[in-house]
T-cell receptor
Framework: DAKTTQPNSMESNEEEPVHLPCNHS???????IHWYRQLPSQGPEYVIH???SNVNNRMASLAIAEDRKSSTLILHRATLRDAAVYYC??????????FGTGTSLTVIP | DTGVSQDPRHKITKRGQNVTFRCDPI?????LYWYRQTLGQGPEFLTY????????KSRLLSDRFSAERPKGSFSTLEIQRTEQGDSAMYLC???????????FGQGTRLTVV
């Protein structure tokens, strides 16, 4: 299972953009980069995933470095509801995820 | 709501007792997963089903743990002779055929006393 490295915690002011980094220097060519988040007392929730190109959806954007050894999840305007633990995960198939400890995001009103 | 449903939401049991959890995936999702999460840690993969076939099992899944998915619909996770170290949140997720997004339930919180 390929390993990812994320900061333990980050803070952001409400309504400002948030950039959550993830390093994955041992990524293989078939690994997709997945992001999930987990709100308190909830199961994880899918955010976004990508392989090589940057991806956008209604929740966030995913910026993938050209060498694919790092990626950044971008929340365009943080709200209090975005306070959660964010997990960056590598998986070739999506059939099993190794979550790690993630980044705990605090949003300051 | 047609999300992943888990039952019960909370279970307190005495050490040495057997417990069984149920997961109802989203209708027509052919893949189903079980994860375990302890406080302050991310979820840990336990096992994966495609339809009724159990295709992968983590080494975390000791002989006391067994999972089934009869007829490829709901799934059960049984823990025999529970130990205090089994106290955790047990999460179930499902994915549709051809999709990579996993939809998680709210979990079953097990406390072994």
């Amino acid at each position: 299972d390929a390993k990812t490295t994320q900061p333990n915690s980050m803070e952001s002011n409400e309504e400002e953009p948030v950039h959550l980094p993830c390093n994955h220097s041992t990524i293989s060519g078939t690994d997709y980069i997945h992001w999930y988040r987990q709100l308190p007392s909830q199961g994880p929730e899918y955010v976004i995933h990508g392989l090589t190109s940057n991806v956008n959806n209604r929740m966030a954007s995913l910026a993938i470095a050209e060498d694919r050894k790092s990626s950044t999840l971008i929340l365009h305007r943080a709200t209090l509801r975005d306070a959660a633990v964010y997990y960056c995960i590598l998986s070739p198939t999506g059939n099993q995820f190794y979550f790690g400890t993630g980044t705990s995001l605090t949003v300051i009103p | 709501d047609t999300g992943v449903s888990q039952d019960p939401r909370h279970k307190i049991t005495k050490r040495g007792q057997n417990v069984t959890f149920r997961c109802d995936p989203i209708s027509e999702h052919n893949r189903l997963y079980w994860y375990r999460q302890t406080l302050g840690q991310g979820p840990e993969f336990l096992t994966y089903f495609q339809n009724e076939a159990q295709l992968e099992k983590s080494r975390l899944l000791s002989d006391r743990f067994s999972a089934e998915r009869p007829k490829g619909s709901f799934s059960t996770l049984e823990i025999q002779r529970t130990e205090q170290g089994d106290s955790a949140m047990y999460l179930c997720a499902s994915s549709p055929r051809g999709g990579t997004e996993a939809f998680f339930g709210q979990g079953t919180r097990l406390t072994v006393v």
